[in-house]
Every structure is written in C-alpha cells, then in structure tokens.
C-alpha cells in the first residue's frame, strides 16, 4: 500500500531524453492536462539560465506523485534519464508505492535495470490507445486530479511551432536595418561664453543650435567649430573653446577634467547624432510625426506620388518598392525612427514605421490623429509584409533619398559631418531555416517586385 505522504503530491512528473522524446512528450503533456493532471516536463518549465539540474530533481523529489517514464533504447540510454530512475527507485521505497514508476514504452526497448520488471503502458502501435490505457491506470491508481479545474498550457504548442523550424547547415544572407557610421569628427569641444549671459537663454540657444549642442553647466559640447558657434550665436555672445577632447575617448571614457561619466557624455553625444539627422530629415521634406517615445520622418507627397515604385539593389538584383499607397480607404506612407547606437559599432538603427492618412480625393488628407486608429490599420494592413518587403522598402526610402550616393551626410558644423553608409549591413548567418514562402492572405497590398523583381513590362534602371 502506499504511504499516505503521497496525497501531498500532485505531479505527474515526464522523464525524458532530449530531443528525441519532445514529439511524444508535447503530444501528451497537454492531453494529460485536459484530462485535469498537473504534468511537469522539462521541455518548458526551465527557465534560461536556471538551475535546471537543481530544478527536476527537486520536483521529483518533492512534488511527484508518479514518474512517467519514455523509453525506447535511445532515452534510457541517456545519463539525466538514468540519474532519474535512481532517484525514482529510491522514490518507490520512501513512498512505499511499487507503481511510482510507470514505464511508456514508445518503442520496444531492452530492459534496463530497476524497471526490467515492470509493466509499461504500450504507445508503440498506437499513441491514443497508449493514452486511454494511461488514463485508466492512474485512475486506478487514486492519481490526484481535478476534471473541473482543467489548465493547459499554450506554452506546448507555443514550443512545438517554434521547434517546426527546421535548421539547416546553409550559411544565408541576411540583411540587417542598421547604417554603419564611417566618419564622425575627431574632436568634441566645450565652449564657454566670454562674459555673462543668460543661462536659460543659452541652454535654449544650444537646444536650438543649427548644428546641435548638448548643454552642460555654464556652457555646451558640441562639433562645430569656434567660428561656427560665434556666428550662429551672436545674440546670446562671445564664445570661447575651453577643452577639446577626442571625440572616441570623450564617448568611451566621458572627461574626468570635469567629472564627466562615459555614460552620460555617450548619451549626450547620441543625443547630438539624432538631432543631426533629424535636422537632414526635415531639410529633405520628410514628413515628422511623433510616436509615443520618439519621431519618425515618413515620405510625402513631395517625394513619392501614391503607388509610385522606388528602384533599389544592385546592377543586374534591381528590384521596386512603394512608399506610398491607398488601402483600407486611407494612405500610408513609409518612414523611419532613426536611432543612434555606438555597440557593437558606431551604427543608426532604422526603426520601419507606416503611417496612415485619411483619404482626400486622390491625395493624402489628415493623418489620423486617434493613436489607436493607427494602430489598427498597422495590424490590418501591414500584417501581411514580410521581412524582404520591409527591407526592400527601407532600401528604396534610402536611395530616394540619396540616390546613387554611397553615403548621408549629416551636418554637425559648416565643415564637420557625421557619414553614414546609404546601403544597411549585409550579415551571414552560418545556418538557415525552412521557412513557408506564403503571405497572409489578408494583405492589402502585395508589392511583388519587393520579393521577385520588377514586372515584365517595367524596365530596370540601368
């Protein structure tokens, strides 16, 4: 008979060998759980980084009612699923219940030592028959269940789709949404006015500063040069340079001299970066709209007619985008969040955004001020674009906007820029995927030549 400190249990726990049980065991997990059974199964319950080891065996010591055990000769052979049987064994003994164990016998299997004897239930032939005959023996078993309070977890089949993604051992091509920042100025000065001013009126005029300025107690970093400052600040006054730093060492290290911490001199120097292209963006006609944590620049009509196609690639790999478009009775227009990273490298990050104008005879109207509008013609529209649409169409944006020009210039002194790279870096992944090549057949908008190149009758820029 079994001891009665069995009742404070209530696991059913899966000993299993990785990855060759993981098909049976997120078949029956779940079927075991609709039948009201707390299951526990390594497959999901470890979380990164624990103490996995620590974690299973804690469980079956100390929750487990039952051990249900996979075998076919490749799992028993497996040293956890080993270590699990003896700790099981001794199990039997301390709850003095000779079924603790019950054998799932996935495919015949030679006996291994502590369970040769036992009977197992049979899934070999068939997987429902094996379950229906499971089912009964706990039953019979008196297994803690409740058939009214029943939980299955979507992590099973959330793990089972995502373990359908086969890897292959093909290296592939991957394009990425970050431009690579080839050229920033060497040096980062702090100017100081000459004489007294205003402080709010100066901190302002810094934040104001054509070529952008971070400010800092009496004075401001910025790029530009000496002659640059006096002649666009002439209405605050005179400025001096009262230190000049390299501007790599300033952004790694910050500037002791003025307790300066790396941290915040590289966040006052990203801060720079993003206004200097915001200022381009604005200075090309892009069109701004702030999002809820910061601005993307879209296309308007100045720079792109609604269904117009924007060559992109290579010579002899040209393809087509749209940046703007009618669907779902509105207009979208592409645009981008740029946002300024010096990890891995010196890098902006392009954040793809769509956004939705209301329809005003063939043209864009009023962009549509309800946040959640918004959000819900994205979903609806954009759900069915995949990665190689979104890419093609930040491609196209870029050489709308600089053309053929390798690279974007973005002005931080009258002879001072930040350069950019027009064309995002190029990865290569060692492995690759099978992936269905299907769109969601809820797009609006299929751009075709975004995946397979420009129509028949539409001639490649040459």
Aim: with cysteine; glycine share 6%; proline share 5%.
């Amino acid at each position: 008979m079994a001891d009665s400190s069995v009742g404070s249990r209530n696991v059913v726990f899966i000993s299993k060998a990785t990855p060759g049980d993981d098909e049976f065991v997120l078949w029956l997990a779940p079927r075991l759980e609709a039948a009201g059974y707390a299951v526990y199964a390594d497959i999901l319950r470890l979380d990164p980084g624990m103490r996995w080891r620590q974690e299973l065996t804690t469980t079956l010591q100390s929750k487990a009612v039952k051990m249900l055990l996979c075998c076919q000769d490749s799992s028993l052979a497996r040293n956890g699923v080993q270590e699990e049987i003896g700790i099981a064994e001794d199990l039997v003994k301390e709850l003095k219940d000779p079924q603790f164990i019950i054998p799932l016998r996935i495919q015949p299997y030679k006996k291994v030592f502590g369970i040769g004897e036992l009977q197992y239930v049979d899934f070999s032939a068939s997987w429902a028959d094996g379950l229906n005959d499971l089912l009964d023996a706990l039953q019979k078993q008196n297994v803690p269940h409740d058939a009214l309070q029943v939980r299955i977890s979507p992590n099973w089949e959330q793990y089972r789709q995502r373990n359908a993604i086969q890897i292959k051992n093909e290296p592939e091509a991957l394009t990425s949404n970050w431009l690579r920042v080839v050229e920033i100025p060497d040096t980062i000065r702090y100017f100081a006015p000459t004489g007294s001013v205003d402080h709010s009126a100066l901190q302002k005029a810094a934040g104001d500063f054509e070529y952008h300025a971070q400010a800092h107690e009496r004075g401001f970093f910025s790029f530009a040069s000496l002659d640059d400052v006096n002649a666009k600040l002439p209405h605050i006054g005179k400025f001096e340079v009262l230190h000049e730093i390299d501007a790599l060492s300033f952004v790694k290290d910050g500037f002791p001299d003025r307790l300066i911490k790396g941290r915040d001199a590289s966040n006052w120097v990203q801060s720079i970066f993003r206004k200097a292209w915001e200022a381009y963006a604005r200075k090309r006609g892009l069109l701004s709209f702030a999002y809820s944590s910061d601005i993307a620049f879209h296309v308007a009509r100045d720079q792109a007619r609604i269904g117009q196609r924007f060559g992109w690639g290579t010579q002899g790999e040209k393809r087509s985008s749209m940046l703007r478009n009618i669907a779902k009775k509105h207009v979208w227009s592409f645009g981008v969040t740029a946002i300024p990273s010096f990890w891995p490298y010196y890098h902006f990050k392009m954040k793809s955004r769509v956004l939705f104008s209301e329809v005003s005879g063939d043209e864009a109207g009023s962009v549509v001020g309800d946040k959640a509008a918004q959000h819900r013609l994205r979903r609806s529209v954009c759900k069915g674009w995949r990665n190689p649409q979104w890419h093609g169409r930040l491609r196209a944006f870029l050489e709308m906007l600089v053309g053929d020009a390798p690279y974007i210039d973005l002005a931080v002194g009258s002879a001072d820029q930040i350069k950019l790279e027009s064309v995002p870096i190029f990865f290569t992944s060692p492995v690759t995927t099978d992936l269905p090549d299907q769109i969601d057949d809820a797009a609006e908008e299929v751009d075709e030549t975004t995946i397979i190149g420009p129509p028949a009758d539409e001639e490649d820029d040459e």
